[in-house]
């Protein structure tokens, strides 16, 4: 199933790479890499293509993952970082330093990406934790709409502040993965990766997490360790990939329940599934979206969201969701 999944993002790249407005052949686009000559289609492939599809092989674990983790981590099949919330608490502090700091490229505030989602993810869990019982998935939906709700409108208010603000956020702030440099994509990359880490180090826990905080103490798992390795892993995935791409919703939701349904509940094989696959959605939305208008292009963030509405709604119509 692996090897099958890794095919499939191979071909998918090869198709980033070659499909657009212009097509251009896999021949012409092997040459180009390996044989750069200056002509416009290299050019094409080397300057525009190449980085938005390395930025897609990025982001798109990511946001998968992180959307697996939250499934795991609130034992909400439901839940993903847009809908918790970490996109919006993400987005609202890349708008702040934007509206407030005059920052303009992704890496100058990736940090403040990462306090956002970081903060957000923190109290969503300690509103969730309010009143009687543990915090539960509904209480920590609930929380994290509200939390998105006003979030959002705090990040309109600031976008809506100066045109100058409104100029940087309009494309940043639909979601794409185009126009991104390869030294926002490096510097970038490492926090990725020890997101990636840190969730592959906790799938163990979280399958004795979802037996029950009880039995999961009994199997001597440290649950109060296993929170904050999580956390910080939501924090670095999302707020990284909302920094580099912008909010990008649905990858986080589809992604783990597509997977869920062919590997089963153990979150072992549903992270290291969603790495591979994540992209793959990813980077096919952002073909779809530069071949879907006869002019111009449409946004990946616009594409997944067409994709995801009817996915979310067909997950809560099933009689029975994907068991966690």
């Not at 809506?160 to 490096?186: A, C, H, N, P, Y």
């Not at 904050?228 to 580099?244: C, D, N, Q």
């Not at 990008?248 to 992270?271: E, K, T, Y």
């Amino acid at each position: 199933m692996l090897l099958a999944a890794c095919t499939v993002l191979a071909l998918t790249c090869v198709a980033s790479l070659a499909v657009g407005a212009r097509d251009i052949p896999p021949a012409t686009v092997w040459q180009a890499l390996v044989a750069f000559d200056g002509s416009d289609e290299h050019v094409m492939v080397r300057d525009l293509r190449l980085p938005r599809t390395l930025v897609g092989l990025v982001v798109g674990p990511a946001l998968g993952t992180c959307g697996a983790l939250i499934q795991a981590f609130t034992r909400n099949p439901l839940a993903d970082p847009g809908i918790l919330g970490v996109n919006a608490g993400a987005s609202f502090a890349v708008t702040f330093a934007v509206a407030f700091l005059g920052l303009r490229a992704p890496h100058q505030f990736v940090w403040f990406a990462l306090a956002g989602a970081l903060a957000v993810t923190v109290l969503v869990y300690l509103i969730g934790s309010v009143g009687p019982g543990r915090a539960t998935p509904v209480k920590l939906t609930l929380a994290g709409v509200a939390l998105s709700a006003v979030l959002g409108g705090l990040t309109s208010a600031m976008t809506l502040k100066s045109t100058q603000t409104f100029d940087v956020m309009r494309f940043w702030g639909v979601g794409s993965i185009g126009g991104r440099s390869m030294e926002t994509l490096v510097y970038c990359l490492p926090l990725i990766g020890a997101g990636l880490l840190l969730a592959a180090a906790s799938a163990r826990s979280l399958n004795a997490l979802a037996l029950g905080d009880d039995l999961a103490t009994a199997f001597g798992v440290r649950i109060g360790a296993v929170r904050v390795v999580v956390v910080l892993a939501v924090t670095l995935l999302a707020g990284t990939a909302v920094a580099v791409a912008g909010p990008i919703g649905f990858v986080g939701l589809m992604v783990p329940h597509v997977v869920r349904w062919f590997v089963g509940p153990d979150q072992r094989w549903i992270i290291a599934m969603t790495v591979v696959v994540a992209p793959v959605l990813l980077l096919a939305s952002d073909i779809i979206g530069r071949i879907i208008l006869p002019s111009g292009e449409l946004r990946v963030g616009l594409v997944t969201a067409l994709l995801g509405a009817p996915v979310l709604i067909a997950l809560v119509r099933r009689k029975q969701v994907s068991g966690l």
